[in-house]
């Protein structure tokens, strides 16, 4: 579990919406632009006057307090399903100069009366640059998988299978387990095959005939139909 604080923050609006999952409330708030944020969140210095910044929270539950001493008991915990639509925003004075870096975003809560509570928050708080306070975000971080556990995992995620040994045709010395590659005179599982020859071609099955004291026996290729012995 991880968390951002964000300082300078403020209720801007809220409202009520449905979806396919059921009510919820979104929360919109105003905080500093702070470089801690910046850098917790990946976000390089936007060097504009607005713009959209890229990032989602899976957020787990946030708490607003106000920095005012008197309003704390009014302090909003709730929890929460989302942070997102994060938008950078530099404010201006009355000359066009530069005053501060905000920036804007959206919690999304699915908590049983969420608005109500959000609602007399802000009766009580306030929503104006006065009514500040610190806001503590958690959230989760998904882990990443490890690049040599990338293709099991997709595996699993498709219901891929397990791709099968190759059939080889020998099983007189050691129960169809496919030659290692590269080497015709031993299997996968280290014992040397019975069948090889010596030559290049692969198993040779009077060879085997041999080494095992009697038939060699090998299925009929192009079907699964009854054991044929040579």
């Given amino acids: 579990m991880s968390k951002l604080i964000c300082r300078g923050c403020r209720v801007r609006y809220a409202d009520v919406r449905e979806s396919k999952a059921g009510v919820y409330t979104r929360l919109y708030l105003t905080a500093d632009f702070s470089d801690t944020v910046r850098e917790q969140m990946g976000w390089e210095p936007p060097g504009v006057l607005s713009g959209k910044l890229d ?41 066009n100069e530069t005053t501060s870096e905000e920036m804007r975003f959206v919690i999304h809560t699915a908590v049983d009366g969420a608005s109500a509570l959000v609602e007399n928050y802000m009766r ?23 690049l040599e556990d990338a293709p099991t995992a997709q595996a699993k995620l498709e219901g891929a299978e397990a791709e099968q040994p ?6 007189a010395c050691n129960n169809e387990i496919p030659l290692v590659d590269g080497d015709p005179s ?45």
Avoid: W
């Fill in 186 to 230: 031993m299997h996968d599982s280290g014992q040397l095959c019975a069948a090889y020859s010596g030559g290049t071609g692969g198993p040779a099955l009077s060879t085997a005939r041999e080494a095992a004291g009697g038939t060699h026996q090998k299925r009929k290729r192009g079907g699964s139909g009854p054991v044929v012995v040579q």
């Fill in 166 to 171: 190759l059939d080889t045709g020998c099983i």
């Fill in 55 to 95: 990032g989602e929270l899976n957020a787990t539950h946030f708490i607003l307090t106000p920095n005012q001493k008197e309003l704390r008991q009014h302090e909003l915990q709730l929890d929460a399903v989302s942070v997102d639509d994060f938008q950078y925003f530099q404010v201006k004075d009355a000359e």
């Fill in 124 to 146: 009580r708080v306030g929503t104006s640059d006065k009514s500040i306070g610190q806001l503590r975000i958690n959230y989760e971080v998904q882990e990443a998988i490890p």
